[in-house]
């Protein structure tokens, strides 16, 4: 191999606070279950990192901004 770092995806999910914090727990689990188990296997080529579930613009934002500012998302 030529030396190139393990290559990562973050895997986002989004929701809205007016759904109530019961439907949001719930998302968050099966949104979790979807990463671990996309990662389980073996069979992709990178490392699924689940990111917590957004619920807004500005957390868009701020997760767009961290991406963007993360050495092992390019920035």
Not at 57 to 73: F, I, Q, Y
């Amino acid at each position: 191999m030529i030396g190139l770092k393990p290559l990562k995806i973050w895997f986002v999910c989004g929701s809205q606070h007016l759904y109530g914090p019961e439907a949001l727990a719930e998302v968050d689990a099966q949104f979790n279950a979807i990463a671990a188990a996309l990662g389980k296997d073996g069979n992709l080529p990178l490392e699924i990192v689940p990111q917590p579930v957004v619920k807004s613009p500005a957390e868009a934002t701020e997760l767009a901004v961290r991406a963007n500012s993360d050495p092992e998302c390019g920035g």
